[in-house]
């Protein structure tokens, strides 16, 4: 991969994550290297989106995109 600089990791980063569907799993790694940011910076991320719940951390580096979905009956 050629040198990027940080801004166009973020921008990838970005595209990546918003664009995943529910079920959708990403790899730490992989992150790390398609968008060219340090591990710390993309675990950070995803660590983040895990509390918040828009990921789920499966085996090892490995995250899940969940539903935004509530389960239950609908109002």
């Known amino acids: 991969m050629s040198h990027q600089g940080p801004r166009t990791g973020w921008i990838r980063?970005?595209?990546?994550?918003?664009?995943a569907k529910p079920?959708?799993?990403?790899?730490?790694?992989?992150?790390?290297t398609e968008t060219g940011l340090k591990q710390a910076?993309?675990?950070?991320?995803?660590d983040e989106l895990t509390k918040v719940e828009l990921?789920?951390?499966?085996e090892g580096n490995l995250f899940v995109r969940r539903s935004l979905?509530?389960?239950g009956p609908e109002r």
């Open 13 to 19: 980063l970005e595209q990546t994550l918003i664009t």
């Open 41 to 46: 910076t993309v675990a950070t991320v995803m």
């Open 55 to 58: 990921f789920e951390q499966k």
């Open 69 to 71: 979905r509530l389960s």
């Open 23 to 32: 079920g959708d799993a990403v790899n730490l790694e992989t992150l790390v």
